[in-house]
């Protein structure tokens, strides 16, 4: 069983920065690809962005790309999303989720059902 806890989230203002993590124990998740979903109140929940199970392919929503970088730390299991630019848009609950089987090849893979998810962490963007 793989468990998933983000963190980092947190109040920030509007052109502020976040690095969230997703820190993975339990077992081992090198062959696993990861994605960031957030969803916003009233809002159904997106794909933010995902990572290769070797970190070498990643993908964004266009409205995170050159805003938000996905990264992973094998060593440390751990895998990060640096926010960027932050704007009251961005405020959400984020959660990371991970899956052996769900490739990172476009955002419309991150549709399809990542076997473990994170409890979510809040980033609250104000004006």
């Known amino acids: 069983q793989l468990h998933l806890v983000e963190s980092g989230g947190g109040l920030v203002q509007s052109g502020g920065s976040l690095r969230l993590s997703c820190a993975a124990s339990?077992?081992?998740?090198?062959?696993?690809?990861i994605g960031w979903f957030r969803q916003a109140p009233g809002k159904e929940r997106e794909g933010v962005s995902c990572?290769?199970?070797?970190?070498?392919?990643?993908k964004y929503v266009d409205s995170v790309k050159d805003r938000f970088t996905i990264s992973r730390d094998k060593a440390k299991n751990t895998v990060f999303l640096q926010m960027n630019s932050l704007s009251p848009e961005d405020t959400a609950v984020y959660y990371c989720a991970a899956d052996r089987f769900v490739p990172c090849l476009t955002l419309a893979t991150m549709r399809l059902p990542f076997e473990f998810w994170g409890q979510g962490t809040l980033v609250n963007v104000s004006e």
């Open positions: 339990g077992i081992t998740w090198d062959d696993y690809a």
């Open positions: 990572i290769s199970s070797s970190g070498s392919r990643t």
